[in-house]
């Protein structure tokens, strides 16, 4: 597990170990999860933040920041005289993070435009600035055995320097006239001796080539001239060009039509200079491209990040597909270029194993639950890796299967269970529709009935209705009768008076 200082504000017996504050998320990318073992050679690696915060754990406090030589142009201006005034109230924290304060980034505001773009430029250099040389070189002593033979001599000459100018950081030494002096000589006679040392073996296959046959001499020399696009093959280390050499020569051997010998041939592949990327020539790049300290620490750094490596080679038309990718150090990932992993994997035959321990933590993450996205991740980079590797590298996933076969037999049933619940849920509908068509055909029935009735009823009532009519209209022709008949018996009446008393007249009138 890798353990590394945190970013800023703890003491150095803090440690922080960054993995142990993730275990209940859930990863999209198998470069997050923590502690991820590199697929080939099976050491740690960072994370992507883990690297981050390791890069920024080295940057120095404000106050040796300001002491950098890097500083030089600015000792006098207003601006550093500023943040001068800063440090020496927090010295232990960055440049950046002082000039970052709102309450001083208030202040900045009231100086001028001069000063103001002075500080950021200050504040830029002082992001280049890590903790003096010996406290480089000490934060790495727990990774030297991760880093390639090669990254390992560089680390080894900065010991040196360390150990030499203690007070100073790498970019103050590398750029100091003894220091560069010193390495560009040594960078440029590595390099006339390997291209002298080229030269010389190139005479020497020529001269091999003049005893064998028009067509094998013919044959050596386009295998010479495939050897050359081998050598200044930047991303090859010198082990695997020996190894191609070696390969080609082997293969020219086997193809040939006369008997060549061997044996000679070989001596003369094995004096080829390989010398690769040499402590000298690391400097060398340093200064002449004005890297800054943390460019340093970044460089070594990222050797130790868990990096996405394809493996069929995007040069190779390899695609940014889940499938094709795993999980290498940089370290390995530098080294393996774009090889085919049939070659490659005679320099790593601990990766058989550690592929396998990469594929087992990956496929624990899917099954609790903790990486999504990557179900047929397991199935999918077996078939690729069996692939390109020519069944050399058999990862092995009966257990994930059986997983997913679980998985899917315990899906099914929930289904079954959901289905046979609607089933229930269905039919007990179904009856409820029974009962209420045989409500409603009952209903329209007593509906029907009730119709009829009414119709009867009507016609009652219509019949009813004209009687009363009849009779009301009887009734008045017999009312307008009574009537008349009463006017002429009162008018009999009255005739019958009027009779009556002229008879009485007459009789008192008789005698
Ligand atoms: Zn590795």
């Known amino acids: 597990m890798l353990t590394i200082?945190?970013?800023t504000n703890h003491t150095n017996n803090q440690r922080l170990n960054f993995g142990q504050f993730l275990p209940r998320k859930i990863f999209s990318d198998i470069r997050d999860i923590p502690n991820m073992k590199c697929g080939c050679c099976g050491h740690d690696t960072f994370t992507s933040d883990e690297t981050t915060a390791f890069i920024k754990s080295f940057l120095a406090g404000s106050k040796r920041a300001l002491e950098n030589s890097a500083m030089e142009k600015y000792r006098n201006s207003e601006a550093f005289t500023f943040i001068q005034g800063l440090s020496d109230i927090q010295p232990k924290q960055t440049v950046r993070n002082l000039i970052s304060i709102p309450e001083n980034q208030a202040k900045i505001k009231t100086l001028s435009g001069r000063t103001q773009l002075d500080i950021n430029m200050i504040g830029l250099i002082a992001d280049g600035i890590t903790v003096k040389a010996p406290r480089v070189v000490q934060k790495f002593d727990k990774f030297r055995e991760f880093f390639a033979p090669e990254d390992a001599e560089i680390l080894k000459?900065?010991?040196f320097y360390a150990l030499k100018y203690p007070k100073k950081t790498f970019s103050e030494i590398f750029n100091m006239?003894?220091?560069?002096?010193?390495?560009?000589?040594?960078?440029?006679?590595?390099?006339?001796?390997?291209?002298?040392?080229?030269?010389?073996?190139?005479?020497?296959?020529?001269?091999?080539?003049?005893?064998?046959?028009?067509?094998?001499?013919?044959?050596?020399?386009?295998?010479?001239?495939?050897?050359?696009?081998?050598?200044?093959?930047?991303?090859?280390q010198p082990h695997i060009k020996k190894e191609l050499l070696y390969d080609l020569y082997e293969n020219f051997a086997k193809q040939s039509e006369g008997k060549v010998r061997k044996k000679g041939l070989f001596k003369i592949i094995d004096d080829i200079p390989l010398i690769g990327f040499t402590p000298d020539e690391f400097i060398v790049n340093h200064v002449s491209n004005r890297k800054t300290d943390i460019d340093i620490v970044t460089y070594f750094a990222r050797k130790l990040q868990a990096t996405y490596e394809h493996f069929k080679a995007r040069s190779k038309n390899g695609a940014d597909v889940k499938e094709n990718i795993i999980i290498l150090c940089g370290k390995c990932n530098q080294e393996?270029?774009?090889?085919?992993?049939?070659?490659?994997?005679?320099?790593?035959?601990?990766?058989?194993?550690?592929?396998?321990?990469?594929?087992?933590?990956?496929?624990?993450?899917?099954?609790?639950?903790?990486?999504?996205?990557?179900?047929n991740y397991p199935m999918d980079m077996k078939q690729n890796v069996l692939g390109e590797s020519a069944n050399l590298l058999r990862p092995k996933i009966g257990d994930y299967l059986k997983f997913r076969?679980?998985?899917?037999?315990?899906?099914l049933e929930?289904?079954?269970?959901?289905?046979?619940?609607?089933?229930?849920?269905?039919?007990?509908?179904?009856?409820k529709l029974d009962e209420i068509n045989s409500r409603i055909n009952e209903i329209e029935a007593q509906l029907r009935q009730l119709k009829k009735e009414k119709r009867v009823i009507k016609e009652n009532y219509d019949a009813t209705k004209d009687e009363v009519e009849q009779t009301r209209s009887r009734l008045e022709q017999q009312t307008i009768l009574l009537d008349d008949r009463e006017k002429e018996l009162l008018i009999d009446r009255t005739t019958n008076a009027n009779l009556q008393h002229k008879k009485r007249k007459i009789k008192k009138l008789r005698p």
Not at 193 to 218: M, T
Request: glycine fraction near 4%.
């Open 177 to 236: 006239p003894e220091v560069i002096e010193y390495h560009k000589g040594i960078n440029e006679t590595n390099k006339k001796y390997e291209q002298v040392g080229r030269i010389e073996v190139f005479k020497r296959l020529k001269e091999f080539g003049l005893k064998l046959s028009p067509n094998d001499r013919k044959a050596l020399q386009s295998t010479n001239t495939d050897a050359i696009k081998i050598l200044n093959n930047f991303s090859f």
């Open 336 to 375: 393996r270029s774009n090889l085919p992993y049939p070659f490659f994997l005679r320099f790593h035959p601990e990766m058989l194993q550690n592929l396998q321990k990469q594929l087992n933590k990956i496929m624990m993450f899917i099954k609790h639950g903790k990486l999504t996205g990557y179900d």
């Open 414 to 431: 929930r289904l079954e269970a959901k289905l046979a619940k609607k089933e229930t849920k269905y039919n007990n509908a179904c009856t």
């Open 157 to 159: 000459v900065m010991d």
């Open 5 to 7: 200082n945190p970013v």
């Open 405 to 411: 076969k679980e998985l899917a037999a315990k899906k």
